[in-house]
């Protein structure tokens, strides 16, 4: 036995039956809180707690990941790297939902990740309950959509670490608190480091010499896209610069007018080499500014305004953001995003592409 669960009315007792178990001592083991006992006793609720104790004596084989979408899986990468912080002597098999698949290739690439298993997808398969679809809707919990192919996978593990729903969904500009939520949901409430950091293969890098700017237009909610409208005013005000604008995508997008499309040619190992090398980047919440982020990419964001559920969301409240070099511009709040003035977008890129602000060191640029 690698790794136990215990609980127990204090940290010591569950602490004690887990080492118990695993037949080690409290050096030889790694010990974490898994759930605190709830802020409100109910009348005949025991407070207990549950802990998580892991062997360090043996290498242990840990399943974790997300099943989706793009930007959660990039945004998951913290995490991965307080895991193996956190179990040095491990191997590690990352899983991935079916329909982001095309991910897996620059997810296996990362040196933390032993191996990358793509499990059965649940959510089209008939006879799902609404009630299931809606949590789904807000976060994928692998406890839910389990199938015998990943349950067959995960009794290869001695540590199955899930993403489970968090009881409240937050978005911020800089992404913190969602990170923080991702590491919550699988036990881990210190994550110290939050950058995203990706390897893509240098031999796929689609060949494009010189400066240029890259502008993804089309996030999949539609309240955090900005007009085809604006985008077109945009590359018309940019196009004084003498800067081609290359546009990110998937196949059949509009164009943007003044810009070369590669919307549907680029694999996202290609994208991320292409994003890596833009002297910037423009674009909404979705995943290709999140890879902006794990480069330093100087980068101008658009996002809807905040949280229906709490007004709190704004970059202020951390003061370290994912990317030090970017400039993000929020609409009101609970507003969309396609509000935000083209003038404020064009002010923003001209001041990065100037060096007006202050950019950080870029990872490989």
Known sequence: MKAVEETGRSVEEAAGNALKRLGVGIEEARITIVEFPPAQKKIFCKTRFKIRAVSLKEKVRIYTGRLGQYGDIIMFIPVLRRIKELYPNSSITFAIGEPYRDIAPLIARDPRVDRVFIPEYYFDKPGISKKLRKKWF??????????????????????????????????????????????????????????????????EDPGIQGDYMVIHAYPSWERKRWSLENFNRLASKLSSLRMPIYQIGGKGEPMIEGTRSLCGSLSLNQVALLIQKAKLFIGGDSGPIHIAGAFHTPTVGMYSGGNIVYPQALTSSFEYPVNPNAVYLEAPFNQHCNIIPVEEVCEAAVQLLERRVPLKTRVNP
């Open 138 to 203: 807000y976060q994928e919990a692998q406890v839910d959509w389990r199938g015998p192919k990943e349950i067959e996978e995960q009794s290869r593990h001695d540590l199955v670490l899930e993403t489970r729903p968090p009881s409240i969904h937050l978005w911020y500009l800089d992404g913190l608190h969602h990170i923080w939520q991702e590491g919550k949901s699988v036990g881990i409430y210190d994550v110290f480091n939050w950058q995203t950091d990706l390897y893509p293969a240098p031999s």
